[in-house]
């Protein structure tokens, strides 16, 4: 039996204008987002949306938000005082918000009072619900809301609008019980629920008959991933393993991983899966103990370069990258310098670095002695210098060597020149050979050797 879809507000809208109303969807924040955005994109395309890029040419717009830095939370404040202005010229024009902040109450206090032309808002909990929303808007004439405050249950077998036909993200676990100090994840997206596993090899194989060859698994920390399948308990190695003898899919991407769960099971699935790539994001945060300490991240500067020596012995050619955290409430000097010295012992391939951002209701909120402006600053700036003169020294000793590149596409700056990922996750940028149509090289692996380095990215040229 076909699924019975109400479609209030497509069939009003056809017969009002004559044509399928337009939807445009702005994501901030993670892949976590964008695929939930791929997600909300899907259900819509099946009710008959079609997809723009262009807001001020849409009749439905949406925004799904991040909490994570106050950065997000500026830049979604921002964008919907633009929505209001379309929405003066068009009072038609339904602006929806959803994601992350939504399951902040006082983002939801002050979108009641001072936001009233936003129509329909809705949480993390129950993204789907967010077509009937819009429906029930033009049937009740009234604002809709709703935001559950956990998750109910794992809902299977959502539509998805890929982004890109080659390549999928696919949802092992929702959810993060780790609570680091600083982190608002653990509140908006709730407890940790991995997702059965017989559902994602499921998921998995039918993404690769539509042409899927790379799968980006993901997770707040895909290390606990625990699935209950018919036959007990899987753990995230064993997913791995039934991943990796899936026809037709070429590689594997997880992220992220929280270093206190990296498991030696999880490490030596990097040498005996030929599909996973050896390629690493290890968040550390800090490289100072007492820092660790006070983030709650449960391990100490030993464990984890103890851990990282263990990865490069087990895999020599591993890419590490990692995320970190500049001005956390109390950090001192002498802490930062531990950072520092952190980052020339690793030597990341590539390290994202983000200054401390009050989240409210955190533990961290309520620290004292949070890090002056200008200090925060400063140590910011070293950082990324440090950090960026080895990306650079590391991308060098590339050059000569010959990667397999699956192509993701045409550069951003070239039509001539396609763009791709190593094995490793390195950017490399190659010109379409003479005679060659780039189009069709699109979702290829292809043997691609670099030469010539930049601090983020390598240029090749095909073999
Ligand atoms: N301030 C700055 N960075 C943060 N992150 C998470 N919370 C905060 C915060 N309050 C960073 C962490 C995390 C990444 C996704 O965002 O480094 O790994
Ligand atoms: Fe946030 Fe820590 Fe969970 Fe990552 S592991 S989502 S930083 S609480």
């Given at each position: 039996?076909?699924?019975i879809?109400?479609?209030?507000?497509v069939e009003?809208?056809?017969?009002?204008?004559?044509?399928e109303?337009?939807?445009?969807i702005?994501?901030?924040?993670c892949q976590?987002?964008?695929?939930?955005?791929e997600?909300?994109?899907g259900?819509?395309?099946?009710?008959g949306?079609?997809?723009i890029?262009?807001?001020d040419?849409?009749?439905?717009?949406?925004?799904?938000t991040?909490s994570v830095?106050?950065?997000?939370?500026?830049?979604?404040?921002?964008?919907?005082?633009?929505?209001?202005?379309?929405?003066?010229?068009?009072?038609?024009?339904?602006?929806?918000?959803?994601?992350?902040m939504?399951?902040?109450?006082?983002?939801?206090?002050?979108?009641?009072?001072s936001y009233?032309w936003?129509?329909?808002?809705?949480?993390?909990?129950?993204?789907?619900?967010l077509?009937?929303?819009?429906d029930n808007?033009?049937?009740?004439?009234?604002?809709?809301?709703e935001?559950l405050p956990?998750?109910?249950?794992?809902i299977?077998e959502l539509?998805s609008q890929?982004?890109f036909?080659?390549?999928?993200?696919?949802?092992i676990?929702?959810?993060?019980n780790?609570?680091c100090?600083?982190?608002i994840?653990?509140?908006?997206?709730?407890?940790?629920r991995?997702?059965?596993?017989?559902?994602i090899?499921?998921?998995?194989?039918?993404l690769v008959e539509?042409?899927?060859?790379?799968v980006?698994?993901l997770?707040?920390?895909?290390n606990?991933?625990?699935?209950?399948g018919e036959d007990?308990?899987w753990?995230?190695?064993r997913?791995?393993?039934?991943?990796?003898?899936?026809?037709?899919l070429?590689?594997?991407?997880f992220?992220?991983?929280?270093?206190?769960?990296m498991?030696?099971?999880?490490?030596?699935?990097?040498r005996?899966?030929?599909k996973?790539?050896?390629?690493?994001?290890?968040?550390?945060?800090?490289?100072?103990?007492?820092v660790?300490k006070?983030?709650?991240?449960?391990?100490?500067?030993s464990?984890?370069?103890?851990?990282i020596d263990?990865?490069?012995k087990?895999?020599?050619e591993?890419?590490?990258?990692?995320?970190?955290?500049?001005?956390f409430?109390?950090?001192t000097?002498e802490?930062?310098e531990?950072t520092?010295?952190?980052?020339e012992?690793?030597?990341?391939d590539?390290?994202f670095?983000?200054?401390y951002s009050?989240?409210?209701d955190?533990?961290?909120e309520?620290?004292r002695?949070?890090?002056e402006?200008s200090?925060?600053h400063?140590?910011?700036?070293?950082?990324?210098?440090?950090?960026?003169?080895?990306?650079a020294?590391?991308?060098?000793e590339?050059?000569?060597?010959?990667f397999?590149?699956l192509?993701d596409g045409?550069s951003?700056?070239?039509?001539?020149a396609?763009t791709?990922?190593t094995d490793?996750?390195?950017?490399i940028?190659?010109?379409v050979?003479?005679?060659?149509d780039g189009?069709?090289l699109i979702?290829?692996?292809?043997?691609?050797?670099?030469?010539?380095?930049k601090t983020?990215?390598?240029e090749?040229k095909l073999?």
């Amino acid at each position: 039996m076909n699924k019975i879809i109400k479609n209030t507000f497509v069939e009003n809208f056809v017969e009002n204008h004559g044509r399928e109303p337009r939807v445009s969807i702005t994501t901030f924040g993670c892949q976590m987002n964008e695929h939930d955005s791929e997600i909300v994109m899907g259900l819509l395309n099946e009710r008959g949306y079609t997809q723009i890029d262009d807001r001020d040419a849409a009749d439905v717009a949406i925004l799904n938000t991040c909490s994570v830095r106050e950065n997000a939370d500026k830049r979604f404040f921002g964008t919907l005082g633009q929505l209001k202005k379309l929405k003066e010229k068009n009072p038609s024009f339904v602006t929806c918000v959803c994601g992350c902040m939504m399951q902040q109450q006082h983002i939801i206090d002050k979108l009641k009072t001072s936001y009233p032309w936003v129509d329909v808002i809705v949480g993390t909990h129950n993204i789907h619900t967010l077509p009937d929303l819009i429906d029930n808007l033009i049937e009740e004439k009234q604002r809709q809301m709703e935001i559950l405050p956990e998750a109910v249950e794992i809902i299977e077998e959502l539509p998805s609008q890929r982004l890109f036909k080659h390549k999928a993200l696919v949802n092992i676990m929702y959810g993060c019980n780790n609570f680091c100090t600083y982190c608002i994840v653990p509140y908006t997206r709730g407890r940790e629920r991995s997702r059965a596993p017989e559902h994602i090899v499921q998921e998995i194989r039918k993404l690769v008959e539509d042409g899927v060859v790379e799968v980006m698994l993901l997770g707040q920390n895909v290390n606990s991933y625990r699935g209950y399948g018919e036959d007990g308990v899987w753990e995230f190695p064993r997913l791995l393993e039934e991943i990796n003898q899936i026809e037709g899919l070429e590689r594997i991407r997880f992220m992220t991983s929280h270093p206190k769960d990296m498991s030696d099971d999880l490490i030596s699935s990097f040498r005996k899966l030929n599909k996973l790539s050896k390629y690493v994001h290890l968040p550390v945060q800090a490289g100072s103990d007492r820092v660790l300490k006070k983030m709650n991240r449960r391990y100490k500067v030993s464990d984890y370069l103890a851990l990282i020596d263990k990865l490069r012995k087990t895999v020599p050619e591993i890419t590490i990258s990692t995320d970190i955290i500049v001005g956390f409430p109390g950090e001192t000097e002498e802490d930062f310098e531990g950072t520092l010295a952190l980052v020339e012992r690793v030597r990341y391939d590539s390290a994202f670095t983000f200054l401390y951002s009050i989240r409210k209701d955190t533990p961290a909120e309520k620290f004292r002695e949070q890090v002056e402006e200008s200090i925060k600053h400063e140590r910011f700036n070293r950082l990324v210098d440090a950090v960026n003169k080895i990306s650079a020294e590391k991308n060098r000793e590339y050059v000569g060597r010959t990667f397999s590149v699956l192509v993701d596409g045409f550069s951003k700056t070239s039509n001539m020149a396609l763009t791709g990922r190593t094995d490793g996750f390195k950017l490399i940028n190659f010109p379409v050979p003479n005679g060659l149509d780039g189009e069709k090289l699109i979702g290829k692996v292809l043997d691609v050797e670099v030469t010539e380095a930049k601090t983020f990215s390598l240029e090749g040229k095909l073999v």
